[in-house]
């Protein structure tokens, strides 16, 4: 639904952003949400130097071991330490979150774009492709994607990438579409401005403010992704550790050690969760219409 | 209204279309040919030969096209490359059970998260709103299959109440409601929190409406006018999302059907997966786009007849 269009964002962004901060950080919400998500990205960034094991290291003498000093979160099927495997799946979790997401963000914007200022025949098709790829379910395309490439990493990447561009470009349409017949965009085109300075210069910095929100909600939804996919096996291939492969490995040892399968749970939804309370505290900060327009 | 109906219907027909084309396409998209993906590392020349005679695809590529399209809307999906048997024979087997599954789930989270919106808008602006709002997030956040493995520890492993595996034995509806408990736990606490705040929103947009005044001004209690005046109306949106919720659901069914070893379209499909069993990974996907829609479409239009504002919206 195309709202109304802010034409304050580029007038004073230094002062709007400083002002979204603090009521970032008087919302208890937001702030939990920010210290998760800092916490969360601090890990994974310093993983080499504070994982206390190397993760790929077996040691079958001591597997599925309880906690102890030398495994604070116990070890797997395979005696490897599952705090050092839980560090690095968090850099694992991050590093395909981000990278999805970022792709998805910047091929939706264009596409978004070119759809809401071309043509309309162009538009209408390209609307027709995003409805008919969002009315796939997601883990229905992933499952079909992954039957024929094979299951990796880049495959994962990839599905998230195709599924989530109709959403982010569909968003970016509809500011277009509102933005197209703005006077100072129609003024910038009787002066003779080329389509490509005029989409870039002007029509850019007024529309992707509420796709930054967006895209840092989905954050947590391709993070459940990529573990869901990892956990039946069709996500990140092991060894390399993922919070999805070691609820796997903790599932198929539950009866022996139920040690395993909480603790890989207890990362996965703590950074979920930080994520979405991140999210909403940024959309009620940044944003506020958007609160009311995307429920 | 029968504009709009045609017009909602031939958009999801033209979406079925595209779908079947593009599922079709990606086999050929991919470098290697079908048969060799489907068979594997097993593939020996005559294997191969005898599948790619048994699929036609030894014909010309429209011709393929043309068979695939005609013979799935006739009802035929294609056979498992392994036991032959049709796949959708296959697909109508377990489908019952994965709609079982979906239906007591969305139903708990219907009737819960429907309750705790009310309950938020009567207690609106205090505490207890504020702690059903940040509850409402939280469920929304963790993913369902992390639940569903937490529950099959505690419920199952440890405490044995439940069982931890299967649909329960055919024909007792007893074991069946006790197999199918813990998998409609996990899936629907996500949708607790979904409507919970669906309804929250909407219902505080309905309480400035004026039917609602004058209810007030009659000095009807605060409960009732939120049970019986504003939640007629504030539940329109909440069908749409509702319908959206089912594909989400049947995703999330693919996970938990898997913890839970549950016979069902998302074991199917996963099983499929892993042999590359294309045809059988096709033909449900095919099938579950096409329910979707249909469920998706079914709701749009019930949704136009509840609220004539959107069918002017989508002639516009």
């Not at chain 1, 071309?118 to 098709?125: A, I, M, S, V």
């Not at chain 1, 229905?140 to 880049?154: D, E, N």
Request: charged share 10%; aromatic share 8%.
């Amino acid at each position: 639904m195309p709202s109304a269009v802010d034409t304050g964002t580029a007038a004073a962004p230094a002062h709007r952003t400083r002002g979204a901060l603090a009521r970032l950080a008087r919302d208890g919400l937001g702030l939990t949400g920010a210290i998760l998500v800092a916490a969360f990205i601090l890990v994974a960034l310093l993983a080499p130097w504070i994982a206390p094991a190397d993760p790929l290291r077996l040691d079958v003498a001591n597997k599925l071991q309880g906690i102890s000093l030398a495994h604070w979160a116990g070890t797997d099927q395979l005696g490897r330490d599952t705090l050092s495997r839980l560090i690095w799946g968090a850099r694992m979790a991050l590093g395909i979150s981000l990278s999805a997401t970022g792709l998805a963000g910047a091929i939706g914007l264009v596409l978004g774009m070119i759809a809401g200022y071309g043509p309309r025949w162009l538009d209408g098709l390209m609307v027709l492709c995003f409805d008919s790829v969002s009315s796939l379910p997601v883990i229905m395309f992933a499952l079909a994607v992954i039957t024929v490439t094979g299951p990796g990493v880049a495959t994962l990447i990839l599905v998230i990438v195709t599924v989530s561009i109709p959403g982010y470009a569909r968003l970016i349409r509809a500011q277009t579409l509102t933005m197209r017949n703005a006077d100072f965009i129609v003024a910038e085109r009787t002066m003779g401005a080329s389509t490509a300075r005029i989409l870039l210069r002007h029509m850019l910095p007024n529309v992707v403010g509420p796709l930054v929100i967006v895209l840092s909600m989905d954050v947590p939804v391709v993070i459940m992704l990529e573990a869901g996919l990892s956990y039946l096996n069709l996500g990140v291939r092991p060894p390399q550790p993922s919070w999805g492969n070691m609820l796997y490995d903790g599932y198929t040892s539950l009866r022996q050690q139920p040690l395993l399968v909480i603790a890989s749970g207890l990362p996965l939804v703590l950074a979920t969760v930080g994520f979405t309370f991140l999210g909403e505290g940024l959309r009620d900060a940044l944003d506020p219409r958007l609160r009311v327009a995307s429920r | 209204m029968l504009t709009y109906a045609i017009k909602r219907v031939g958009l999801a027909i033209v979406i079925l279309f595209t779908v079947m084309f593009a599922m079709y396409a990606l086999v050929f998209l991919v470098p290697g040919d079908p048969a060799s993906l489907a068979l594997g590392p097993r593939a020996t020349p005559a294997l191969k030969a005898e599948l790619i005679a048994r699929m036609g695809l030894d014909r010309p590529v429209p011709v393929q096209v043309w068979n695939f399209f005609a013979s799935a809307l006739h009802g035929n999906l294609g056979y498992d490359v392994w036991s032959r048997r049709p796949v959708a024979a296959q697909i109508l087997e377990v489908f019952p059970n994965t709609l079982f599954l979906g239906a007591m789930a969305l139903g708990w989270a219907a009737a819960l998260g429907v309750a705790l919106g009310c309950l938020a808008v009567v207690w609106r602006g205090t505490l207890i709103d504020r702690l059903l709002g940040i509850l409402s997030v939280s469920m929304i956040a963790v993913p369902p299959f992390v639940i569903a493995l937490y529950a099959l520890a505690v419920f199952a492993v440890w405490l044995g109440w439940l069982p931890a595996i299967g649909a329960g034995t055919p024909g007792d509806p007893v074991s069946q409601f006790r197999a199918v408990l813990l998998p409609a736990f996990a899936i629907g606490i996500t949708w607790v929190g979904y409507l919970a705040r669906l309804v929250r929103a909407s219902m505080l947009e309905v309480m400035g409406a004026n039917h609602i005044r004058t209810a007030r001004a009659f000095g009807l209690s605060e409960a009732r006018i939120v049970g019986r005046y504003a939640l007629r109306v504030a539940i329109i949106p909440t069908i749409a999302v509702l319908a959206v919720g089912f594909g989400s659901i049947l995703s999330s069914a693919v996970f938990v059907e898997t913890v839970f070893s549950r016979p069902g379209i998302g074991m199917l499909i996963v099983s499929a997966v892993a042999k590359r069993n294309y045809p059988v990974v096709m033909g449900t996907v095919l099938f579950m786009t096409a329910f979707y829609l249909l469920v998706v479409t079914a709701a749009d239009l019930l949704i136009a007849r509840l609220d004539p504002r959107v069918r002017d919206a989508f002639r516009g």
